[in-house]
Antibody, heavy 119, light 108 residues
Framework: QVQLQESGPGLVKPSETLSLTCSVS?????????WGWIRQSPGKGLEWIGS???????YFNPSLKSRVTISLDTSKNQFSLKLSSVTAADTAVYFC????????????WGQGTLVTVSS | EIVLTQSPGTLSLSPGERATLSCRAS???????LAWYQHKAGQAPRLLIY???SRATGIPDRFSGSGSGTDFTLTISRLEPEDFAVYYC?????????FGQGTKVEIK
């Protein structure tokens, strides 16, 4: 069974960079699939941030693309998110997830982690 | 950007009853590129339906999806106690991929 688990700081200061890691078990991320991040905030609901394939192909939400970096660490079977220049609007629950085989839907998700942007 | 509007916001039903959830798109969702998810607080969201009507692996047949174009429906034929949760639709026909705001199915 594929399982994903997010980890990282729960509090980030405004203008700093938010960094999260997703640890994957039950599947090797180097074997395929896109791996990515989604967030949920009270103001904007669920929002797809971006996804990356182990071969390097990426998809980013155009509204966030300039601030987002996603990378894969196949040696640790983990992938990460960096979101720069954060503001209070970036306060949200962040989920990591795997893209499904036959389209841009998500077949496995993590439980999510709350990140608050505040000084 | 395709905006998805789910209705109702909250559905109050009893176990054993039928639940009908609606997802309406602001423009046509081509190739029926629509998915449904179930989410319980503190848990990972679960994929129920993709391609508008295909059940994901391990999903009971009491869950069914239908629709095309701009109108889609998730039906739960007989609610089980574990089905009370929030349900989201998501379109993947046109980037950026977007989600509806959710329908909460609560115990009456």
């Amino acid at each position: 069974q594929v399982q994903l688990q997010e980890s990282g700081p729960g509090l980030v200061k405004p203008s700093e960079t938010l960094s999260l890691t997703c640890s994957v078990s039950g599947y090797s991320i180097s074997s395929g699939y896109y791996w990515g991040w989604i967030r949920q905030s009270p103001g904007k609901g669920l929002e797809w941030i971006g996804s990356m394939y182990h071969g390097g192909n990426t998809y980013f939400n155009p509204s966030l693309k300039s601030r987002v970096t996603i990378s894969l660490d196949t040696s640790k079977n983990q992938f990460s998110l960096k979101l720069s220049s954060v503001t209070a609007a970036d306060t949200a629950v962040y989920f990591c997830a795997r893209k499904g085989t036959s389209g841009w839907f998500l077949d496995y998700w993590g439980q999510g982690t709350l990140v608050t942007v505040s000084s | 950007e395709i905006v998805l509007t789910q209705s109702p916001g909250t559905l109050s039903l009893s176990p054993g009853e039928r639940a009908t959830l609606s997802c309406r798109a602001s423009q046509s969702v081509s190739s029926s590129s629509l998915a449904w998810y179930q989410h319980k607080a503190g848990q990972a969201p679960r994929l129920l339906i993709y391609g508008a009507s295909s059940r994901a692996t391990g999903i009971p047949d009491r869950f069914s999806g239908s629709g095309s174009g701009t109108d889609f429906t998730l039906t739960i034929s007989r609610l089980e106690p574990e089905d009370f949760a929030v349900y989201y639709c998501q379109q993947y026909a046109s980037s950026p991929w977007t989600f509806g705001q959710g329908t909460k199915v609560e115990i009456k």
